[in-house]
């Protein structure tokens, strides 16, 4: 499964805000470096995954980038 991970600068935050778009508004993370966000943002997923799982509800739909 291929899901996207957005990482972006937050300057109110001061911190790195790793969004997972797929997953809605409310599923993200952060982290001081770009890398503990994305490493954050990676457990978040496997959480995610783990979670729609056990409960047995589908997974949203993985979105690819699209170049024209």
């Known amino acids: 499964m291929k899901y996207s991970i957005l990482i972006q600068w937050s300057e109110e935050d001061q911190l790195y805000i790793a969004f997972l778009p797929e ?25 995610l995954i783990y979670g729609y799982e056990q409960i047995g509800k589908p997974l949203p739909e993985s979105r690819s980038l699209q170049i024209a």
């Open 23 to 47: 997953w809605g508004s409310y599923a993200r993370t952060h982290g001081e470096s770009y890398e503990e966000a994305l490493k954050n943002a990676q457990e978040v997923l496997e959480d």
